[in-house]
């Protein structure tokens, strides 16, 4: 079963550019999650997609959205790009339902780098 | 909110010893606390969680052990060995979806 897949994996964008960032879950997988990781924060949630929709959402500025496809593949977007928004960008997916505990399958991640 | 804090954020610890990772929540909502480790290079991968209702878990030479009361749980690697360098991450929620992590501590094994 082939596992999370984000892409790409590493790009250089300018500040003030744009960027989207792609994840294809497990297949069977409808639970999608974005964090964003950075030296010494931690995994920082961004937003959850659970069936196109976006059940859950952090506290990051607007610059930052998403989406989910109906085949469960997810995008998420930076506008306008800060020197701050590099980050290691990690996917993750579940199979569980709106109440449910469960696994996290994280990918490995879009390393971007703003300049 | 639900707030986790992790320490240490570095550890360094000798081939054969133990390793204690500690974390505190606030919300004493969260019912769900697992453990994540992750390799250079890769994302994080799951090894060990555990449910308010049970005070202790073990698999292997790993246990986490939760403390509802004080609101801390922490994660006990006996036995090290090199490949368990790697950055581990705690989490508290109520489910998958909506976990808070911690910081992360940098784990590292010497021989």
């Known amino acids: 079963k082939a596992g999370v897949t984000q892409t790409p994996r590493y790009l250089i964008k300018t500040r003030g550019q744009q960027v989207t960032l792609s994840c294809s879950p497990i297949s069977g997988h409808r639970s999608v999650s974005w964090y964003q990781q950075t030296p010494g924060q931690g995994l920082q949630f961004l937003f959850e997609y659970f069936s196109e929709t976006q059940r859950n959402k952090g506290n990051f500025p607007g610059r930052f959205s998403g989406r989910q496809f109906s085949n469960s593949r997810s995008e998420m977007n930076v506008s306008t790009l800060e020197l701050g928004d590099s980050a290691l960008y990690l996917c993750a997916s579940t199979s569980t339902g709106t109440s449910d505990t469960g696994e996290l399958f994280f990918g490995e991640g879009s390393r971007l780098t703003v300049l | 909110g639900e707030n986790v804090e992790q320490h240490p954020s570095t550890l360094s610890v000798q081939e054969g010893d133990s390793a204690v990772i500690k974390c505190t929540y606030s919300?004493?909502?969260?019912?769900?606390f697992p453990w994540y480790k992750q390799e250079l290079g890769k994302g994080p991968q799951l090894i060990i969680d555990i449910r308010s209702n049970v005070g202790e878990k073990k698999d292997q030479r790993i246990a986490v052990t939760l403390n509802k009361t004080a609101k801390h749980f922490s994660l006990h690697i006996t036995e090290t060995q090199p490949e368990d360098s790697a950055v581990y991450f705690c989490?508290?929620?109520?489910?998958?979806?909506?976990?808070?992590f911690g910081q992360g501590t940098r784990l590292t094994i010497n021989p």
């Open positions: 919300d004493s909502a969260s019912n769900y």
């Open positions: 989490a508290a929620g109520g489910r998958a979806q909506k976990l808070v």
